[in-house]
Structures are given as structure tokens and as C-alpha cells.
């Protein structure tokens, strides 16, 4: 099996690194460089728990090769947080009650970054249909609407 | 889940790319967006001994009007086809067809010659480009050629690409005025294969007769299927209800579904149907027929 190294800026910080051709995107930001704020649910391309930004656009990174991502600008959910104060998204999901369990929140909430970067002030659809690749099993959905229409009308 | 190990190549010409397929002729593979290939090497349904990366290679994203057609360069992500304004105002049969692709995440890496190229009966594309009658283009050693879209699927997750050819570009015949098309699909929940979905377009003369119809089906058989019967039955009628009703009869006679857990195959029979009236249908409206 071939070895490539590559080199990837995540959440602003560059990493350069040796990865088996085969290496999942997401096992590579979990385990190689221990971030494991990116969940794995599924692993089979459903649930969305694992998505991350790459290249401006939120993507499964259970279903991209570390490879792949060579050269890319890539922002995880620990990239949402600054200097100790919680991103627009984040409050919003505080207040707003967008989590149960939690386990699909760091796909929520990078899929809500990735549509908010797109559309400044999203209409209930059209976060509805940005997040219809992420499953959620305990909310029901509500809440993470109202979360990401929170952090929509916050100066971000 | 973990692949089986291969050796990744990530070429940056095309001519290098064709190259790597000769020399490894049936242990290589073809990775596009890899929103299918990936999930089957996890699962270990598929194997491979060497990935080739299509998408290092320049100039296969693009969406453009070029001498009468309608080109897609192989490597456009479903995405670029969802927010395309070419697309939604003069092809909403495959703005139709884009935003029912699995879900916006995949769409962002999913490209539109890889879900051609994959070949498989429950993909969206294969029905709504037998609908416009497309063209795909095929690149080798030998240069380019052109394979009308009826001839391109050969079996279950079988085309005719040859070993060491790539998918470069699917070429549509621009529609002429009083045209419309609609892609109508039944899904469990969203980013769930078609238990059955209907593609149709429609060119209308101005003798509010059926000049052009294009009529196809998802997951209706080992192959997508083209309604042949029904598309030659609507040629010269008036696309009115009693002519869509029989057309959509005749459309679901072409099916031949497998029963799974998406239903029985009396049930997508049935679904074929109907799906196929509310194509046809939204089609009659989009021409300005109705």
C-alpha cells in the first residue's frame, strides 16, 4: 500500500504528515491527530456526524481519503470556538436546547458553519435542507433550527 | 470500516491518468467524488489494487452552452448542478434530478460522471440523461468518442467504458422552445436510493402535439429503463390526461423491479405508474403546455 505525505491546514493550523493511501479523513483528524471533537457515527455515508468543512464546504469525512484532502483548508468543530468565547452556532444550540445526547452535534454544527458561510440569513427550508444529511435521533429537529436561526441573526 | 489496501495515484493530466488505467488494467478503479466507490471499498463489497484520482486532474468541472448541447465536464459535483442558474432555468429536469442525489453533503463531492459512470440502477442520473437523450464522451488512448447515452449502460454496474477510458463529459442536445422535463422521485427519507422515480421530457409543437418525448425510470430494473413503448405511444397526441394516463401504463409495462425492502414488485410496478403521470405531467406544464 502506497504512503503519501500531506500537507493540511486545520482550523488555521498547518499539519504536514505521512498517511496510508487508505486512511479516512476522519480517522486521520481522530486518531492520528487526536481531534476527536469529529464524530464517527454510521460510517457508511448516512448519519453526517462526521462532517467537517474542507475547502469551505461541509463533506462526510468518513467517505474522503485523507489523501484526497491534500492541500485543503479544513475546519472541524474544535476550529468554532475562539479565544475562550463559543461561535454564534454554538451559543445558538446552547440556548436554543440543540442537543440531547450530543453525538451528531459536531456534524450540525459544522453543516449549520458551512450554510451560514453560503447564506447570511438562511429561511427555516433552506436549513431544513442543508441539514438533511444529519441525523439527529433525540431532538426531533426543532431545536437545531431554532439554534441555527439564533446564531443567523447574531453579527458573526 | 477500513478499505483493503490499495496504492492511491493522483494524476494531473488526463493523458496520465489514462495511462495508469493501462498499465493496471482491471486492478485499477476510477476515483471521482467517490460518494459510491468509497462506501463499497469500506464495506469491502470492492476491492481494488490501485485508486486512480480523477480529481487532481484540471478542466473536468464545468457547466457551459457550447454549440447546440448542453456540456457537464465528468467531474462536476452535484452541487455545482443544484445552484447552476443554466441548469434551473433551462433544465429543471435535472435541477429536479440534482437536489434529490442523496443528500447536500454528498453532493458537494458526488460528481455527475461518476454517478453515470457507476452504473447503478438506483442512481438518479442514468434515467433523467436517457430522458434528454445525452451523450457521453469517453476519453482513452486513442483520443475521444462519442457513446449515445442508450447504448452506455450494459448491465448492473456495467457500461461501455472500456478499461483505460474515463468519462470526461456528457454532452445534452439543447431542448428547442415549448420544451419541459421533470424528475419525479419516491424516497423512504431523504438520501435513500428510489424505491421508484420517472424522468420525462417533453418538446411540444406548435400544434400543441408531442413532438419529442423522452421517458426513463429509476431502480426498475437491472439496468436504468427506457420507456421506449411509451415515449413512441405520446409522439403526435395531445399530452392530455387521458394520453399521459396511458403513456405512464405503458412506461410501468417496462418495468421489471426486484422486490427488497423498498416494496414488492407489484408495489414499484404500481409506483412507476403513477410517478410517471406526475412526470409527464409536470413536463406538459414546463413546456407551456398547460
Given at each position: 500500500m502506497s504512503k503519501h505525505n500531506i500537507r493540511v491546514t486545520i482550523n488555521g493550523v498547518p499539519h504536514e504528515a505521512q498517511v496510508d493511501a487508505r486512511l479516512l479523513l476522519v480517522h486521520f483528524l481522530r486518531d492520528q491527530l487526536q481531534m476527536t471533537g469529529t464524530h464517527i457515527g454510521?460510517?457508511?455515508?448516512?448519519?453526517?456526524?462526521c462532517t467537517v468543512v474542507v475547502d469551505l464546504e461541509p463533506v462526510k469525512s468518513c467517505t474522503m481519503l485523507a489523501v484526497q484532502a491534500d492541500g485543503a483548508a479544513i475546519i472541524t468543530v474544535?476550529?468554532?470556538?475562539r479565544d475562550g468565547k463559543l461561535h454564534p452556532l454554538q451559543e445558538g444550540f446552547c440556548q436554543e436546547h440543540g442537543l440531547q445526547c450530543g453525538f451528531c452535534t459536531p456534524g450540525m454544527l459544522m453543516t449549520a458553519y458551512g450554510l451560514l458561510s453560503q447564506t447570511d440569513r438562511p429561511s427555516e427550508a433552506e436549513i431544513r435542507h442543508a441539514i438533511s444529511g444529519n441525523l439527529c435521533r433525540c431532538t426531533g429537529y426543532v431545536n437545531i433550527v431554532k439554534s441555527i436561526q439564533y446564531a443567523a441573526a447574531l453579527p458573526r | 470500516m477500513i478499505p483493503a489496501p490499495f496504492d492511491y495515484h493522483a494524476p494531473g493530466s488526463l493523458a496520465e491518468a489514462i495511462g495508469l488505467l493501462q498499465q493496471h488494467g482491471d486492478d485499477a478503479k476510477v476515483l471521482s467524488g467517490g460518494q459510491s466507490l468509497l462506501p463499497l471499498l469500506k464495506l469491502r463489497l470492492a476491492s481494488t489494487a490501485h485508486l486512480v484520482d480523477i480529481?487532481?486532474?484540471?478542466?473536468?468541472?464545468y457547466i457551459k452552452e457550447e454549440g447546440g448541447y448542453l456540456k457537464i465536464g465528468g467531474r462536476t459535483r452535484e452541487s455545482a448542478l443544484e445552484r447552476s442558474d443554466v441548469i434551473k432555468a433551462k433544465y429543471p429536469i435535472l435541477h429536479d434530478t440534482a437536489l434529490v442525489i442523496a443528500d447536500p453533503l454528498v453532493r458537494n463531492r458526488a460528481t455527475v460522471g461518476g454517478n453515470l459512470a457507476h452504473?447503478?440502477?438506483?442512481?438518479?442520473h442514468p434515467a433523467t440523461m436517457l430522458a434528454l437523450g445525452a451523450e457521453v464522451v469517453a476519453a482513452g488512448a486513442g483520443g475521444e468518442r462519442v457513446i449515445p447515452i442508450t447504448q452506455f449502460f450494459t448491465g448492473i454496474f456495467s457500461?461501455?467504458?472500456?478499461?483505460?477510458?474515463?468519462?470526461?463529459e456528457i454532452r445534452i442536445p439543447a431542448p428547442p422552445p415549448r420544451s419541459g422535463g421533470a424528475y419525479v422521485k419516491l424516497e423512504r427519507k431523504v438520501g435513500d436510493f428510489a424505491t421508484a422515480a420517472a424522468a420525462a421530457q417533453l418538446t411540444i409543437g406548435a400544434d400543441g402535439k408531442v413532438a419529442r418525448a423522452g421517458i426513463a425510470l429509476t431502480s426498475a430494473g437491472p439496468t436504468p429503463i427506457k420507456a421506449t413503448a411509451a415515449e413512441q405511444f405520446l409522439m403526435?397526441?395531445?399530452?392530455d390526461t387521458a394520453a399521459i394516463a396511458q403513456a405512464s401504463k405503458l412506461a410501468s409495462d417496462a418495468a421489471s423491479p426486484s422486490a427488497d425492502r423498498r416494496g414488492s414488485v407489484e408495489y414499484k410496478r404500481e409506483m412507476a405508474r403513477v410517478l410517471t403521470a406526475r412526470a409527464l405531467t409536470r413536463a406538459v406544464a414546463r413546456a407551456g403546455g398547460h
Amino acid at each position: 500500500m502506497s504512503k503519501h505525505n500531506i500537507r493540511v491546514t486545520i482550523n488555521g493550523v498547518p499539519h504536514e504528515a505521512q498517511v496510508d493511501a487508505r486512511l479516512l479523513l476522519v480517522h486521520f483528524l481522530r486518531d492520528q491527530l487526536q481531534m476527536t471533537g469529529t464524530h464517527i457515527g454510521c460510517d457508511t455515508t448516512h448519519c453526517g456526524a462526521c462532517t467537517v468543512v474542507v475547502d469551505l464546504e461541509p463533506v462526510k469525512s468518513c467517505t474522503m481519503l485523507a489523501v484526497q484532502a491534500d492541500g485543503a483548508a479544513i475546519i472541524t468543530v474544535e476550529g468554532l470556538e475562539r479565544d475562550g468565547k463559543l461561535h454564534p452556532l454554538q451559543e445558538g444550540f446552547c440556548q436554543e436546547h440543540g442537543l440531547q445526547c450530543g453525538f451528531c452535534t459536531p456534524g450540525m454544527l459544522m453543516t449549520a458553519y458551512g450554510l451560514l458561510s453560503q447564506t447570511d440569513r438562511p429561511s427555516e427550508a433552506e436549513i431544513r435542507h442543508a441539514i438533511s444529511g444529519n441525523l439527529c435521533r433525540c431532538t426531533g429537529y426543532v431545536n437545531i433550527v431554532k439554534s441555527i436561526q439564533y446564531a443567523a441573526a447574531l453579527p458573526r | 470500516m477500513i478499505p483493503a489496501p490499495f496504492d492511491y495515484h493522483a494524476p494531473g493530466s488526463l493523458a496520465e491518468a489514462i495511462g495508469l488505467l493501462q498499465q493496471h488494467g482491471d486492478d485499477a478503479k476510477v476515483l471521482s467524488g467517490g460518494q459510491s466507490l468509497l462506501p463499497l471499498l469500506k464495506l469491502r463489497l470492492a476491492s481494488t489494487a490501485h485508486l486512480v484520482d480523477i480529481g487532481r486532474i484540471p478542466g473536468l468541472e464545468y457547466i457551459k452552452e457550447e454549440g447546440g448541447y448542453l456540456k457537464i465536464g465528468g467531474r462536476t459535483r452535484e452541487s455545482a448542478l443544484e445552484r447552476s442558474d443554466v441548469i434551473k432555468a433551462k433544465y429543471p429536469i435535472l435541477h429536479d434530478t440534482a437536489l434529490v442525489i442523496a443528500d447536500p453533503l454528498v453532493r458537494n463531492r458526488a460528481t455527475v460522471g461518476g454517478n453515470l459512470a457507476h452504473a447503478d440502477p438506483a442512481n438518479d442520473h442514468p434515467a433523467t440523461m436517457l430522458a434528454l437523450g445525452a451523450e457521453v464522451v469517453a476519453a482513452g488512448a486513442g483520443g475521444e468518442r462519442v457513446i449515445p447515452i442508450t447504448q452506455f449502460f450494459t448491465g448492473i454496474f456495467s457500461t461501455a467504458l472500456r478499461p483505460g477510458e474515463i468519462l470526461v463529459e456528457i454532452r445534452i442536445p439543447a431542448p428547442p422552445p415549448r420544451s419541459g422535463g421533470a424528475y419525479v422521485k419516491l424516497e423512504r427519507k431523504v438520501g435513500d436510493f428510489a424505491t421508484a422515480a420517472a424522468a420525462a421530457q417533453l418538446t411540444i409543437g406548435a400544434d400543441g402535439k408531442v413532438a419529442r418525448a423522452g421517458i426513463a425510470l429509476t431502480s426498475a430494473g437491472p439496468t436504468p429503463i427506457k420507456a421506449t413503448a411509451a415515449e413512441q405511444f405520446l409522439m403526435g397526441q395531445r399530452p392530455d390526461t387521458a394520453a399521459i394516463a396511458q403513456a405512464s401504463k405503458l412506461a410501468s409495462d417496462a418495468a421489471s423491479p426486484s422486490a427488497d425492502r423498498r416494496g414488492s414488485v407489484e408495489y414499484k410496478r404500481e409506483m412507476a405508474r403513477v410517478l410517471t403521470a406526475r412526470a409527464l405531467t409536470r413536463a406538459v406544464a414546463r413546456a407551456g403546455g398547460h
